[in-house]
């Protein structure tokens, strides 16, 4: 049974920083690409970074600069490390494997950003 776990989120002022943690389990953590999403409130669900097998990695333009996606295969671990939040990063964040033919997701953890 494949399970993603994301843990970390939370209330945070404008400015901080959290610290996104997804465990995976009954996957070969190595082979697959690993990504984070998000999901406001009335909107669509966008990624926001993404690590390749190889360790390439990829943001979307209102994030670079301020979050860094990582991995540690020993851990089955990837990692969203967000700093300089904006009240515009708030949203449900979503842990996503992902190979060429198949993806699996986790439950979400929610982040929000407010004074």
């Known amino acids: 049974q494949v399970q993603l776990v994301e843990s970390g989120g939370g209330l945070v002022q404008p400015g901080g920083s959290l610290r996104l943690s997804c465990a995976a389990s009954g996957i070969l953590f190595s082979t697959y690409g690993m990504s984070w999403y998000r999901q406001a409130p009335g909107k669509q669900r966008e990624m926001v970074a993404q690590?390749?097998?190889?360790?390439?990695?990829i943001y979307v333009d209102s994030v670079k600069g301020r979050f860094t996606i990582s991995r540690d295969n020993a851990k089955n671990t990837v990692y969203l490390q967000m700093n300089s939040l904006k009240p515009e990063d708030t949203a449900a964040y979503y842990c996503?494997?992902?190979?060429?033919?198949?993806?699996?997701w986790g439950q979400g953890t929610q982040v929000t950003v407010s004074s």
């Open positions: 690590i390749f097998v190889g360790g390439t990695r």
């Open positions: 996503n494997a992902f190979q060429t033919t198949r993806a699996y």
